[in-house]
């Protein structure tokens, strides 16, 4: 599998809390009832299994109920489908402490639901807790929606006559499934990020077989080895932790095992601490 986080610019954007003028959260639980806020995604076939994904709340009350993460398809009028394809329960309580630590709240779908185009995904409203979503600044397009109490779905730009085009703290993990590796293809690499300014580096790979074991080495500029790991089971998503560097500059990398190698570089320009 290759997996990514849909909507990931939004995570380091400012996110607001949108009140509703008769009482409660225009992007949660508030006056009107509302059922269920989600947000779309414009899924060309580049995904094809939706595992779960994340929300970034900015209030929760708990008075014992329960929300759920869910995803539904889009349906033939270009709504969410009347039912969802899957749904999982949130605890209030759990979304609570996650706002206390600052955290987003992580949900997984038991099994990953299948996606062959554009999607929904959001949060199916609790009745007595209160519960809202954080959301973007104003843009020209939104993508949110809001499912009403008499059960009509309706695009944000309608619903709030223009005045709340923001677009939703939902972010869908999702992933696509690699054809088998045959013999003869070439194996491909793509690190990030690229300067890396924290500790972390990302190695994506295609066209390889999952039965591999590789070696990774990293050389300064001077060409000292600085980092070496061997006989590495091979993933769609490889996270060095890159802590014991401890200065900055030019650094090369090199994956190898006996059917293959790769060599790229990469800059190091700042070692704050994750």
């Known amino acids: 599998l290759v997996c990514d986080t849909l909507n990931r610019a939004l995570k380091s954007a400012p996110l607001y809390l949108y009140l509703a003028s008769d009482g409660g959260y225009a992007t949660g639980t508030n006056a009107y009832n509302d059922k269920a806020k989600a947000q ?5 076939g580049e995904y094809t299994i939706a595992k779960g994904g994340a929300f970034a709340f900015g209030a929760a009350h708990d008075k014992g109920g329960t929300a759920y993460a869910a995803i539904w398809e889009l349906a033939s009028d270009r709504k969410p489908g009347t039912n969802a394809m899957r749904r999982t329960p949130l605890a209030i309580s759990k979304i609570e402490n996650d706002l206390q630590n600052d955290a987003l709240t992580h949900f997984s779908f ?3 639901v299948v996606i062959d185009g554009p999607f929904f995904m959001g949060v199916i409203l609790p009745e007595n807790d209160t519960l809202a979503l954080l959301a973007s600044d104003f843009s020209d397009i939104t993508h949110a929606w809001e499912q009403w109490n008499n059960n009509v779905w309706y695009n944000f730009k309608d619903s709030w006559n223009g005045t709340l085009n923001v677009n939703l703290s939902v972010f869908p993990l999702v992933c696509r499934i690699l054809p088998p590796w045959e013999p003869g293809q070439i194996v491909e690499m793509k690190l990030g990020p690229n300067p890396l300014t924290l500790n972390l580096l990302n190695l994506h790979f295609t066209n390889y077989s999952p039965d591999w074991l590789i070696n990774i080495e990293i050389y300064d500029i001077t060409g000292r080895r600085v980092y070496y790991r061997q006989n ?5 998503q490889i996270t060095l932790d890159l802590s014991s560097l401890t200065y900055h500059g030019m650094f090369f990398i090199r994956i190898y095992n006996e059917h293959f190698g ?6 190091r320009i700042n070692t704050v601490n994750q």
């Open 232 to 236: 590495h089971e091979i993933q769609s």
């Open 40 to 44: 779309y995604f414009e899924n060309t």
């Open 110 to 112: 038991e099994p990953a």
């Open 262 to 267: 790769i060599s790229d570089k990469f800059l």
